[in-house]
């Protein structure tokens, strides 16, 4: 009987309720493991997790079996939940509705990898707001902008 063999690589992108500066460096990378942790209880590959105080990027090896959706809702679940818990911040933090999903191929990784791994330096030159709405138009996704994040300029 032949098995089934694939991977699929997906950035997603998410940002912080009301686009708060909240996600701060003394504890940002603690987060960043945790979520790491969290794709791997899912059997998942994380490929690298990484952003700024208001949004982040995960990059995810994901077997078919997994839906793009259920993944970053566990993911936004289980980290907030992490994040209050820890007390990082006064207050309750929770993630925006909503995401962004994008695939790339194989081929890519390399790419991806080094873009999300450069958030700091990357958004000194260019907004969230900007860089998300790179990301639609370079992947042909058409929206509505009443649907699109709380943004901050």
Same mark, same amino acid.
């Given at each position: 009987?032949?098995?089934? !063999?694939?991977?699929?690589?997906?950035? +997603?992108?998410?940002?912080?309720?009301?686009?708060?500066?909240?996600?701060?460096?003394?504890?940002?990378?603690?987060? !960043?493991?945790?979520?790491?942790?969290?794709?791997?209880?899912?059997?998942?590959?994380?490929?690298?997790?990484?952003?700024?105080?208001?949004?982040?990027?995960?990059?995810?090896?994901?077997?078919?079996?997994?839906?793009?959706?259920?993944?970053?809702?566990?993911?936004?679940?289980?980290?907030?939940?992490? #994040?209050? &818990?820890?007390?990082?911040?006064?207050?309750?933090?929770?993630?925006?509705?909503?995401?962004?999903? !994008?695939? +790339?191929?194989?081929?890519?990784?390399?790419?991806?990898?080094?873009? #999300?791994?450069?958030?700091?330096?990357?958004?000194?030159?260019?907004?969230?707001?900007?860089?998300?709405?790179?990301?639609?138009?370079?992947? &042909?996704?058409? +929206?509505? &902008?009443?649907?699109?994040? &709380?943004?901050?300029?």
């Amino acid at each position: 009987m032949a098995g089934t !063999f694939s991977q699929i690589y997906i950035q +997603y992108v998410f940002a912080v309720k009301g686009r708060e500066n909240l996600l701060q460096k003394p504890w940002r990378d603690e987060v !960043f493991k945790y979520i790491a942790g969290i794709i791997k209880g899912k059997n998942q590959k994380p490929i690298i997790v990484n952003g700024v105080t208001d949004h982040i990027h995960v990059f995810v090896g994901l077997k078919p079996a997994m839906s793009i959706s259920d993944l970053v809702r566990d993911i936004k679940n289980n980290s907030s939940n992490f #994040i209050n &818990e820890q007390k990082f911040i006064k207050g309750k933090f929770s993630w925006q509705e909503g995401y962004g999903a !994008f695939s +790339y191929a194989h081929s890519q990784i390399e790419n991806v990898y080094q873009y #999300i791994a450069n958030q700091e330096e990357h958004h000194r030159k260019k907004t969230f707001k900007e860089e998300y709405l790179d990301f639609l138009q370079k992947f &042909e996704i058409e +929206y509505n &902008e009443k649907y699109l994040f &709380e943004w901050i300029d």
